[in-house]
């Protein structure tokens, strides 16, 4: 520094003292580092909020000892959504040893984690409003506030969502859609909430003409009392908030019964909302943003507090690192988009993206296609909700290879390699199938298949990564197109659902052949695209009843089947394996394949659910009979009728098929399969990979033998997951 | 006047016909059957004149391989109309059903991905660096189709990112075609450059005039309701020139009516009364000349050949056809 500087009054300066400062103050002071906490409020103080604490953030509270300071919190154990029109569908969080979610006043919350940081030693400044940063040479140095001028090596802005700093520091600019706004208010006198979030979306004016992107959310406090409120997710001319609110208030007492004696426990109150997280944006020289500062709220959910704390956490370690040199915070961005990639839109589409999103959930909240179903997950369920991408859904591959086989850093850098490139495209998109979660790297997926093969060759060759990866996005391609209803379900309307199908599948096909460019493999890939093609239109033809032994062949040529052993056998050409092992490496992706799918498939019918999270509604909707279902279909004929039926049952569904000889029938299948791919095996050198794959067919073939074992368990056949109650509501608002 | 005379390019559309439909055989007769539908029932091939012309302007060409590039151009263009006419839920393409009306939704989308997966094998097989081109290209258009749907219903769509859109669902392919051309006929650096921005500049022309098409022409002459665009939220340049330009009233009121969540017919017919009287046919027509001058400008950069002014006589063609 040219000049000589005033003592530094600490390590950090944390601005503003909500969750995410809070949270960096105590794991500052952790640390040992000198922190001042500053906010222009006194502590208790309330804050405009939902007040409800996903699992994702209750671990980080755990972490920072706060849930013992919070015994009044109300414990929630899932999520409730309905859609305009549509029966609402739940979200259950997945059985564990995790905590569950609660509902916290924020009074208390906030109040709860300053005192942690105190105690942790942070020094908490009160009643101070920071008024401006202070930079030297384009660094940051510290704060002006009171007419003093407060220095120290790194700044903190947890300044909120109408963060002052950041604008300063030129990080922040209003984005396109505008700001969004929410609203909230407690409640007492309401009955029979239990433990579930109920969120309703999206809320439309009186006449129902107009679809505004917005919600509105009723979340228990206690067990008469909620915290109720409305968000918009952007401006939109002519729609206020307060009248939004109103409406809505009014539409939950008349049109649903547990809010029937509602009475209001004081004053409304509003805030802001920002979306517009952007890892670009979240530092300069000498200073981090954390929280709403950041732009971190869902813009489906309205969810903040979880990435106010996490940001707050990573903000802490990176400020503790560079201390020394706080020019430099860029890791600081490599943690956050690693972390939160494909939560928050960015960019000038990011409003046309929202609304492009609401429109496709709203279009298809009752389908279980399973594309749509994936939408779904990524943008209401928060993190560890039960489903695709949780414990226990998706199987670690870990512990069945070889020890010896070493695929794993190559796992994960083929999912670094597919968000990097969904990413610039649509970070949404990675969300999809959880691509950056370590639990889907991890799984029994093509990708692996691939690696498995390559190692039957030189496994080194650099284009392998890419064709792993170009697989699998050609996989969710095909998954992308399978949710394209053969007639659309409203002429009148625009098909939301089909076209974000079709648009997905072009973008992931296209970004899968320029993966191929590379290494000259474009008409390979293309080759397995139009064998799947191929294969789909027989399986369309073939009609929703065919012979379970043509539903087998069939299956064997599409879906899961036909993408394993794509990647079996494109891993070990490009390797440079010779024709017979590349076709006994097909097979046994083949092998692979079929056996992941009969058991999601009958685990569905069993009253299960499948890797995707969906359960036997998917059965009743889907036009392709699966194979177990064909073989409950040849002992009980009534199911026929029941599948053409437009309002049958689930729980009848499963019922039914757990009265017949299908699950053992299917048991032993694949389990016949499963020794034909591994016999098949046997022609190839002994080896790490050669272990490997068998053991994956094995293990493949035991899970359906589990699932089978499992529905026998429930006996009856009665539903393992709770059905969601079936209730058809519209949420209007009045006119606004 | 006939949009292309240039007498090789004649013959060589004439060999395509047959060419595509053999590229689209498949083992499923059905497949094949639905896969070309499409190209079974002609239509213009304009991406294909593109390639012939272009090659022109280079010292060499092999037929095959020419053929086999446009083949494979129009393909792409082709496996487009069928994922389009899905997402627009268009009765009918070409004065016939559309191919989903005919066979149900997921064949068609799935047909549409075969006949695009065909199209890539070919263009893969091709020389560099038209591969390369080829897959910036296709990207280039998922991802305009994409930002098109994005931009669905939004009135507050502006012009400027709705040429951008543009650049890459329409103008993408004929930039290819042109430099495609160029390339595989060994044409020189500056042939190629100025081929590049024809196609591109063409591109932008002919989206213009399929904008106002859209507004101005009767159902018989489009084979599709007129305003339907409208109808899927798909603003065109005259809808945006309106929203941009038009007298203040007649703004907020055509605003409000395509704010509806579903307007009846009476709502679109409104609608599109408001833009034809709000002077934007013109303004969107001159942005169509605009682009047709720059193509034309761009073909004068290069040697005077007859295939220099067929590219220019099919300039005036399209833009003209528009009126
Ligand atoms: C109505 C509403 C409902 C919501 N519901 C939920 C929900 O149910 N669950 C959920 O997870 N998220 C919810 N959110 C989002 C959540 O409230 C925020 O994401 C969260 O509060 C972010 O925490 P923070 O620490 O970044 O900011 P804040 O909690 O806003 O804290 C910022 C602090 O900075 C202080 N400050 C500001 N400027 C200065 C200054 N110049 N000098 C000194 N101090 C300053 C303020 O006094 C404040 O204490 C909701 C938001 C709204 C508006």
Redesign the interface.
């Known amino acids: 520094m040219s000049h000589p500087s005033p003592e530094a009054i600490a390590d950090v300066i944390v601005v503003g003292a909500g969750p995410a400062g809070a949270c960096a103050a105590y794991h500052l002071a952790r640390r040992g580092r000198r922190v001042a906490l500053l906010d222009r409020t006194a502590f208790p103080r309330d804050k405009s909020c939902g007040d409800a604490v996903t699992r994702a953030g209750i671990a980080l509270l755990a972490e920072m000892g706060a849930l013992e300071l919070l015994p009044s919190a109300w414990p929630v154990r899932g999520l409730r959504v309905t859609m305009r029109g549509h029966a609402p569908r739940e979200f259950r969080d997945a059985a564990g040893p995790e905590r569950d979610g609660l509902v916290v006043p924020r009074a208390l919350l906030d109040d709860a984690l300053v005192r942690l940081a105190v105690a942790a030693g942070a020094q908490l400044r009160e009643r101070v409003r920071v008024r401006r940063l202070v930079q030297e040479d384009g660094v940051v140095r510290g704060v002006e506030a009171g007419g003093r001028l407060l220095r120290a090596p790194v700044v903190i802005a947890a300044d909120g969502a109408a963060s002052a700093l950041s604008r300063q520091a030129g990080l922040t600019a209003t984005p396109p859609g505008g700001l969004g706004y929410a609203l909230r208010a407690y409640v007492e006198d309401v009955h029979g909430l239990d433990h579930l979030l109920e969120f309703m979306a999206p809320l439309t004016d009186a006449g129902a003409r107009h679809w505004l992107p917005s919600y509105g959310w009723a979340f228990p406090t206690g067990p008469t009392s909620a915290n109720v409120g409305v968000g918009l997710v952007e401006r939109v001319p002519n729609a206020r908030s307060d009248a939004l609110f109103a409406a809505f208030l009014e539409e939950l007492r008349t049109g649903d019964p547990r809010f029937r004696g509602m009475r209001p426990a004081g004053a409304r109150r509003g805030a802001p909302l920002r979306f517009d997280f952007s890892p670009h944006r979240c530092w300069a020289p000498g200073l981090l943003l954390a929280g709403d500062a950041a732009g971190m709220i869902s813009p489906f959910t309205g969810e903040g507090i979880s990435f106010a704390l996490e940001s707050g956490k990573l903000a802490a370690e990176v400020a503790d690192e560079r201390l020394a040199d706080p020019r430099d915070l860029s890791r600081y961005a490599r943690l956050l988009s690693g972390r939160f990639q494909g939560y928050f839109e960015t960019g000038q589409h990011a409003a046309e993206r929202h609304r492009l999103v609401w429109h496709v959930l709203d279009d298809t909240f009752d389908s279980e296609r399973p594309i749509y179903a994936l939408v779904r997950r990524a943008a209401l369920a928060p993190e560890g909700m039960a489903g695709f991408g949780s414990s226990g859904v998706l199987t670690d591959a870990r512990p069945l290879l070889d020890p010896a086989v070493g695929v794993g850093a190559e796992l994960v850098e083929v999912g670094e390699l597919l968000a990097e490139t969904m990413r610039p495209d649509w970070p949404f998109l990675t969300r999809l199938p959880a691509l950056s979660s370590g639990s889907f790297q991890l799984s029994v997926r093509p990708a692996l298949m691939v690696l498995l093969a390559a190692r039957f060759g030189d496994w080194r060759r650099p284009e392998l990564t890419s064709l792993a990866a170009a697989v699998e996005l050609a996989g969710l391609a095909g998954l992308a197109q399978s949710g394209v209803p053969d007639r659309p379900s409203d002429e009148g309307r625009p098909n939301w659902g089909t076209m974000f199908a079709v648009l997905v599948s072009d973008v992931m096909l296209a970004r899968a052949l320029g993966l191929c460019a590379d290494g000259d493999l474009v008409p390979e890939l293309a080759r397995i695209v139009e064998e799947a093609c191929t294969s789909r239109m027989r399986e369309l033809r073939a009609g929703r009843f065919p012979s379970p032994g043509d539903r087998l062949a069939l299956m064997g040529r599409t879906g899961p089947a036909a993408l394993f052993a794509a990647a079996g056998e494109l891993g070990a050409r490009v390797s440079g394996a010779d024709e017979a092992v590349a076709a006994a490496l097909g097979d046994a992706g083949r092998g692979l394949g079929l056996c992941l799918q009969l058991a999601d498939d009958v685990a569905r019918l069993l009253g299960g659910t499948d890797r995707l999270g969906r359960d036997a509604r998917a059965d009743l909707e889907e036009e392709i009979t699966s194979y177990p279902l064909l073989l409950a279909l040849r002992e009980d004929p009534e199911l026929a009728r029941l599948l053409a039926r437009a309002d049958s049952s689930a729980d009848e569904l499963v019922r039914r098929c757990a009265r017949t000889g299908m699950a053992a029938e299917v048991a032993e299948r694949a389990r016949r399969l499963a020794d034909e791919a591994s016999a098949g095996l046997a022609t190839l050198a002994d080896g790490p990979a050669t272990r490997s794959l068998a053991a994956l067919l094995t293990h493949a073939a035991s899970r359906v033998e589990r699932e089978v074992l499992m529905g026998a368990r429930t006996g009856d056949g009665s539903p393992r997951v709770p059905p969601a109650r079936v209730t058809t509501r519209t949420f209007s608002a009045g006119k606004l | 006047m006939s949009w292309v005379t240039h007498e090789p390019c004649v013959r060589r559309l004439e060999r395509l016909g047959p060419l595509l439909e053999e590229t689209l055989a ?3 007769e ?2 094949s059957e ?1 896969a070309r539908h499409l190209v079974a029932q002609g239509g213009k091939r304009l991406r294909p004149a593109l390639v012939f012309l272009s090659a022109e302007f280079g010292p060499r060409v092999d037929e095959d391989v020419l053929l086999r590039a446009a083949a494979a151009i129009e393909l792409l263009h082709v496996a487009t109309l069928y ?1 389009d006419d ?2 627009d ?1 268009a009765e009918s393409r070409r004065g016939a059903p559309s191919t989903h009306a005919r066979w ?4 068609a ?3 549409g ?2 006949v ?3 199209a ?2 070919l ?3 091709l020389d560099r660096p038209v ?2 081109w080829a ?1 910036q290209a ?2 280039a ?3 305009g ?3 098109e ?4 219903y ?1 009135a507050g769509h502006q012009v400027a ?1 709705y040429l951008e859109v543009s650049v890459r669902k329409t103008a993408s392919l004929f930039e290819l075609s042109c430099r495609a051309g160029a390339a595989l006929s060994g044409a020189d650096e500056d042939a190629c450059e100025a081929l590049g921005l024809y196609g591109r500049a063409l591109g932008l022309a002919f989206q213009a005039v399929d904008d106002v098409l859209d507004v101005t022409a009767d159902a018989a002459l489009l084979g599709k309701r007129p305003g339907s665009d409208l109808r ?2 798909v603003y065109g340049l005259p809808t945006l020139m309106a929203l941009a330009h038009g007298a203040e009233a007649e703004q907020e009121r055509l605003r409000a009516l395509l ?4 307007p009846d017919d009476g709502d679109l017919a409104e609608a599109r009364e408001l833009i034809l009287g709000s002077g934007a046919v013109a303004h969107a027509t001159a942005v169509a000349d605009h682009y047709a001058d720059e193509a034309v400008s761009a073909a004068q950069r290069l040697p005077d050949r007859p295939a220099r002014r067929a590219l220019v006589q099919l300039c005036h063609h399209l833009v003209l056809t528009g009126r």
Do not use: K
């Open positions: 498949s083992e499923d059905h497949l639905v994922h899905v997402m839920r149900g939704q997921a064949a989308v799935t047909a991905t075969y695009f997966a065909r890539m094998r263009l893969g097989g591969p390369a897959g296709v990207l258009l998922a991802l189709q994409l930002q749907t994005e931009n669905a939004n990112r899927e939220g704010a509806l969540d579903s």
